[in-house]
């Protein structure tokens, strides 16, 4: 693991990194970076600029300028940390203006377009170094992935690229452009689109999960939670990956396609066929019973997911509330969760592979996944359940309308209809976003303290 570090190198004293897009990662970067002692200019939008100066104005070593040009034609190491359908757009504008000889990345969630966008506008003695940090704002970045992409650069470029993120106290990941976007989109794209069906599902219903009592206990807390956190975001952040990235698009249609024919199946009565089918996808993903794939000890705890809950039954400890509800969960199919297992088998798709560059929402979807599965009884009574009980039917048929559509959208490539299909989910759960988001925030650190090797 990159080790963090407190000051500039020698040699290194004028080196100066521009990052173009100060919202929330665009800010992130900026105080990491000046806090080590970098000196960093930036800029945003024209009307962003009064603000950002006010901001900023009493931090050490970071300088805004109104704009791209100046921004580029002063730094040695240029960010762009703006939104993945606006690479292009923003790298033709102040493109022409990289100062010679200067390193050029993206923060972008999907490189495809990036690199393109770099390829096609930069100069040519500019070198090509991309960066993602797999994880959001709010979160820790030490021991969390970086991704760093050496795409058109020297030994030298790429080590002075190295020394300045080394402050973040991430753990470096060597990918191409390619190998960045097939594997964001195993362990992002499918993730997301599980998380925005549910919501959408749940506003469809006009139900606050955590009021009703139906969803209760650890899984259903992950869900929540998570489901939550991606809905208290910026749209932007989950549309390019899923929809610029072709490989994302794949498996999100995949995903839907195995909510719809599991549900079929539920709705059919085809206890034998769905047990038969949802078995098979678990010896593929997860190993066979004398030759498993997952570690002796699982991913996630019951003691730990049980203490973060939304519900009127639990106390509200700023975030860790401990359940001491009596309310029992209800028999639950987990037909998002049995639908990722059958998605995955059909694509392939081994999770395990990508864990060192995994996102804290992956890690934990794929412990709560992983913990449906692991128990024999668990997994037996979820599909049983699927089959003989209507409890959670209307919710299913929520879920898997708004999969499809999810689905749709991403393959027809509608960034318009993404953002209103999302903006609209937004404001329905926006009045408990603050409560939620503290939980959230709370939960996903005791998870990754948790399973810390």
């Given amino acids: 693991m990159a080790e963090a ?5 020698p040699g290194m004293e004028n080196f100066i990194v521009g990052i173009i897009g100060m919202g929330d990662m665009g800010k ?6 000046s806090a080590a002692g970098w000196r960093i200019k930036a800029c945003d939008k024209d009307d962003q600029f009064e603000k950002l100066r006010e901001e900023f104005g009493s931090t050490n070593n970071i300088q805004i300028l109104r704009n791209g ?9 240029i960010i762009y940390s703006v939104e993945a359908a606006a690479i292009d757009r923003v790298v033709a504008e102040y493109g022409p203006s990289t100062k010679l000889g200067a390193i050029v990345g993206g923060q972008t969630s999907c490189k495809d377009p990036e690199i393109k966008a770099f390829e096609t506008h930069l100069p040519d003695d500019a070198d090509i170094v991309s960066c993602h940090s797999l994880h959001g704002p709010k979160v820790d970045t030490t021991g969390q992935p970086l991704v760093l992409i050496k795409h058109r650069a020297s030994d030298d470029s790429f080590k002075q690229v190295e020394t300045v993120l080394r402050c973040l106290g991430s753990e470096h990941v060597y990918l191409t452009a390619h190998e960045h976007d097939r594997i964001t989109a195993d362990t992002q794209a499918v993730t997301h689109a599980a998380f925005l069906s549910m919501g959408k599902a749940w506003h469809s219903m006009r139900q606050f999960p955590w009021e009703s009592g139906r969803y209760v206990g650890g899984i259903e807390n992950v869900k929540i939670n998570l489901t939550m956190r991606i809905y208290s975001q910026k749209w932007h952040v989950y549309a390019g990956l899923a929809i610029l990235n072709p490989e994302a698009r794949k498996q999100i249609a995949q995903y839907a396609r195995s909510v719809t024919e599991l549900y079929k199946l539920m709705l059919g009565g085809h206890l034998d066929e769905l047990r038969a089918r949802v078995l098979r996808a678990r010896d593929r993903v997860f190993g066979r019973a004398d030759a498993p794939k997952w570690a002796d000890q699982p991913l996630l705890q019951d003691a730990v997911l049980d203490r973060f809950s939304l519900g009127a039954g639990e106390k509200n400890g700023g975030g860790d509330n401990t359940n001491t509800s009596s309310t029992a969960p209800l028999p639950n199919n987990h037909l998002s969760l049995l639908a990722m297992v059958d998605c995955w088998s059909a694509l392939g798709t081994v999770p395990y592979e990508h864990m060192l560059c995994s996102t804290p929402l992956f890690r934990l979807w794929l412990g709560v996944t992983e913990h449906l599965f692991r ?11 699927a089959v003989a009980d209507n409890t959670f039917r209307s919710d299913d048929l929520e879920f898997t309308f708004a999969a ?4 749709e959208c991403v393959g027809r490539g509608r960034f318009d209809t993404w953002r209103d299909r999302f903006l609209d989910t937004q404001r329905f759960f926006e009045p408990r976003f603050p409560a939620a988001v503290d939980v959230g925030n709370a939960m996903v650190k005791a998870v990754l303290e948790s399973t810390k090797s």
């Avoid at 992130?28 to 970076?33: D, K, Q």
């Avoid at 040009?69 to 190491?77: E, G, I, M, N, P």
């Avoid at 499809?404 to 689905?407: E, F, H, L, M, Y």
């Fill in 5 to 9: 570090s407190s000051s500039v190198p």
């Fill in 28 to 33: 992130m970067y900026a105080r990491r970076l």
């Fill in 69 to 77: 040009h100046l921004v580029s034609r002063a730094s040695d190491y």
């Fill in 375 to 385: 128990d024999g009884a668990r997994l037996e009574a979820a599909l049983r359940i």
């Fill in 404 to 407: 499809r559509g999810w689905a």
